[in-house]
């Protein structure tokens, strides 16, 4: 007998960076879940594999919750192929008792613990910070609940935000509790216990059935081995397995922006319409790929950039079957993209909605000021320099700048009520910026079914009939050597993406211009 050993390790991400360079290098672990499905597909064909033993790290992070059930279902498979599914957490936690919940086994560390809190979710509000800086934000929106420019507007979550929030954070609890209660041990007054604050010790779990074992990793593969269990190391993936039809897994993982792909301070990676235009371009002409599920793990970003991809996604469809898969979250412009395939899958935690348009206009020049710097400027034309941060719009540029964003608005939901078959009115009514979990956006008709990537893909074998697939995950992005070298090393991007305040005050850099200040702040037509 054979056993796997999976590591669970680092931040949850769909697949490699797609952006080349040394911007796409972090200092943290990442898990990739295209490496992570490919290991499981293996690990099912190997008939001499009767164990498989999940190790979950401290540094695993699974959010939004989307990428939980995402995992979850990796699992599961693994335990309805036959294999005997042993999972291992120094500590449980929320993540533990889902995944382990579908597993075979459940093992805790002897001085582990096992909780069940909840969910929580923070929020940091700069107003203040800004106005110590003297810098101004102007937040111009659709959508009471559009609330990305909250941080820069509002010192606390106000009552549309709190209000959705609230909804989002109940429908998870109740959407993973009912994956939990299905285990033994785990019952509904077990749940409701933990749920309170309560925290059982290794021992007290073990007592109450909710873990079989209290061992260490380490205790239970030294007890393997006695028994004459033998590991097996699985090849290292390559982003494709399975034989037969190719359907390419397409997988757009980032905020939207026009051009190239990029690393931004604020909002980390940005992928650019151009080389995604270039690839979907490139799979509708490749006549091996029979099909492409395009997946979609993205909070949205430009509106141009939205609609060229849009765009040449309809004339892929064109020529081959082409369904949409919502990862984690697949919100505003996230949902926009969505608009092309035949089918709309997202999982009954994937966040989505958030139909509406926000701009976020910085005034720097009292900030400037305070340092001692003047601004001026020498123009043609009263508005030759509209949405310039160095002064602020005049009533009539706020006015053209409100017309510009309703416009925008009512586009989308004119878009929408076209592809999902639905009044503008009624979907105004599910829009405003409001974010809907996948079970919510089902019920109300804004996806056609709640199931993960490998649901969509088994959708299309069906599609097509096949037998068998090759599965093989894109883009495939190039790395320079250097980059490659000097993977695993910190990135300024990966400091400037976490550290808030040294956002704001990389502002007043004075080795910076407020020509590449501007770009920072976001001060273009976006829709989040």
Known sequence: MKYVRIDLQGAYREIGPQVAGLGSISMDETFRFDHFMETVAKIIKAKAVKRVLVVRGSDFSLLPFGALEAVRSQLKRLVDAGKEVHYCASDYDLVDCCLSSVCTKRIVHPLGSVTFFGIARGGLFFKQLLEKYRIK??????????SAGDPFRTESFDEFNREQW????????????????QAPGFSADALDELLSGKLLTAPQAVERGIVQQALSAEDLTYAWKQEKVKRKKIAKPKGKYGRGKKIAVLVFEGAIVEGKSRMDPLIGQAVGDRPMVKQIRKLREDKRTKAVLFRINSGGGSAIASESIVKELKLLAQKKPLVVSMGPVAG???YWISAAGERLFAQPTTITGSIGVIHLHFQLDEALSAYGIATDVVKHGKSADFGSSMRAMDDQEKEVLEGFIESLYQEFIRRVADVRSLKPETVHTLGEGRLWL????????????????QDALDYLKGRLGLKRMKVVFLPKIKQPLISRMFQGKPSDSVYMASDPVRIVKSCMDLQSTPLLLEPWWYSGFTVY
């Open 438 to 453: 996948g079970r919510d956006a089902l019920e109300h008709g804004l996806i056609d079914e709640l199931g993960d990537l």
């Open 166 to 181: 609230q909804r989002v954070l109940d429908l998870t609890v109740a959407e993973l509790r009912k994956t939990v209660e």
């Open 332 to 334: 505003s412009g996230g």
């Open 137 to 146: 934000a102007e937040v111009t929106r659709r959508g009471r609940y559009k």
